[in-house]
């Protein structure tokens, strides 16, 4: 179950990360705010599944270890990109205290 929630999560993050930097280059902010909601709706999909993926790792290998490594940073670009700042600060404080 790790790797099937934490590979849900990635293909969730990547369609959300694709369509927030076709967001970009919007002129429009109407048309911005349109596609925001498309790309903040891929992300909080895929963030149940990060999250579990994390609560499952054992972290016991080196595997594992790197494995929960990328999950926290993915999770961290997440938080920051939906705005969830206490979930974004409390990651980076994992991450720092590793």
Same mark, same amino acid.
């Given at each position: 179950?790790?790797?099937? $929630?934490?590979?849900?999560?990635?293909?969730?993050?990547?369609?959300? =990360?694709? @369509?927030?930097?076709? =967001?970009? /280059? +919007?002129? %429009?902010?109407?048309?911005?705010?349109? =596609? @925001?909601?498309?790309?903040?709706?891929?992300?909080?999909?895929?963030?149940?599944?990060?999250?579990? =993926?994390?609560? +499952?790792?054992?972290?016991? %290998?080196?595997?594992? #270890? /790197?494995? $929960? @490594? %990328?999950? +926290?940073?993915?999770?961290? #670009? +997440?938080?920051?990109r939906t $705005? #969830?700042?206490? @979930?974004?600060?409390?990651?980076?404080?994992?991450?720092?205290?590793?």
């Amino acid at each position: 179950m790790l790797y099937a $929630n934490y590979n849900l999560g990635v293909i969730y993050f990547n369609q959300g =990360a694709d @369509k927030a930097n076709a =967001a970009n /280059s +919007l002129k %429009s902010n109407e048309e911005f705010e349109k =596609a @925001k909601k498309v790309y903040e709706e891929k992300f909080n999909l895929g963030a149940p599944y990060l999250e579990k =993926a994390l609560e +499952l790792n054992p972290k016991k %290998s080196e595997d594992d #270890q /790197s494995l $929960n @490594k %990328s999950i +926290l940073q993915i999770l961290k #670009q +997440l938080y920051a990109r939906t $705005n #969830q700042t206490e @979930k974004y600060n409390a990651i980076k404080a994992k991450i720092e205290a590793k």
